[in-house]
């Protein structure tokens, strides 16, 4: 009792709701999209091609990191230049992870369009039919 009327006095605010989960999932997908064109304009990726090459060079870099960083785990355990080594591997592969997303979103990207396309001109083929057949009902009763 006493809560409510803290409430409708307005000394208390409710808890905001959440966004449901369909939003929040919406949000998170619009999230990495930003991200995955922030990627692409950073780098000036024109096609798929540069794509992979720019995910090889840093597969490359993480496997001599990676090599770099056992080198440094079997002879000097305790160096702090482990903890350098990780964190370039953390953006080593998020990068590596990003041009793989972004080449699934393309080919998908790519398809979805395609399919666009097909849709499109078969409603266009759909309309010229129904206009000649508009153009032969009127030249028909036209000859009654």
Do not use: W
Request: proline residues 3%; glycine residues 2%.
């Amino acid at each position: 009792m006493y809560f409510s009327y803290l409430y409708q006095m307005g000394v208390l605010k409710k808890k905001p709701r959440r966004p449901n989960y369909a939003l929040r999932e919406d949000i998170r997908k619009l999230d990495q999209r930003i991200e995955q064109m922030e990627f692409i304009f950073r780098n000036q990726i024109q096609d798929r091609e540069q794509l992979a090459s720019i995910r090889q060079e840093k597969e490359m870099e993480i496997e001599a990191l990676v090599k770099e960083r056992r080198k440094f785990y079997r002879y000097k355990p305790g160096s702090p230049q482990i903890a350098v080594f990780t964190d370039r591997l953390r953006e080593l592969r998020h990068t590596v992870k990003l041009c793989r997303e972004i080449a699934a979103h393309s080919i998908e990207m790519e398809q979805r369009m395609r399919a666009a396309r097909l849709e499109e001109q078969r409603r266009e083929q759909q309309e010229q039919e129904k206009q000649k057949k508009e153009a032969r009902n009127r030249e028909n009763q036209k000859r009654r």
